[in-house]
């Protein structure tokens, strides 16, 4: 499956943006869906996951209440909405697919290219 993250951009602090991730090659509806970011100097790490239905969802503490995972398996696509967006959200966004519920990045088997988000203080 071919993954490709778009949304990002530079925003204020408090702000919001949200993330898409469309598919291709397969149906998205076989995977479990990640959000991973990395920012500069550090290891990427994880943001939220949801499951095969949307039903699930599993978010970092340092996201929790302020971004939301969905996705829209007709349009193959994955969502992340960020809002109250802070400085340290600043890094490289990716989104992936897995057979697995997982926050680890080493159960991710498809990964998109990466988006960046900028929040300015």
């Known amino acids: 499956v071919q993954l490709q993250a778009s949304g990002g951009g530079l925003v204020q602090a408090g702000g919001s943006l949200r993330l898409s991730c469309a598919a291709s090659?397969?149906?998205?509806?076989?995977?479990?869906m990640g959000w991973f970011r990395q920012a500069p100097g550090k290891e990427r790490e994880f943001v939220a996951v949801?499951?095969?239905?949307?039903?699930?969802?599993y978010y970092a503490d340092s996201v929790k209440g302020r971004f939301t995972v969905s996705r829209d398996n007709a349009k193959n696509t994955v969502y992340l909405q960020m809002n109250s967006l802070k400085p340290e959200d600043t890094a490289v966004y990716y989104c992936?697919?897995?057979?697995?519920?997982?926050?680890?990045?080493?159960?991710?088997?498809?990964w998109g290219q990466g988006t960046q988000v900028t929040v300015s203080s």
């Open positions: 949801i499951n095969w239905s949307g039903d699930s969802t």
């Open positions: 992936a697919a897995s057979r697995y519920i997982s926050n680890s990045d080493a159960r991710y088997d498809y």
């Open positions: 090659g397969q149906t998205l509806s076989s995977y479990v």
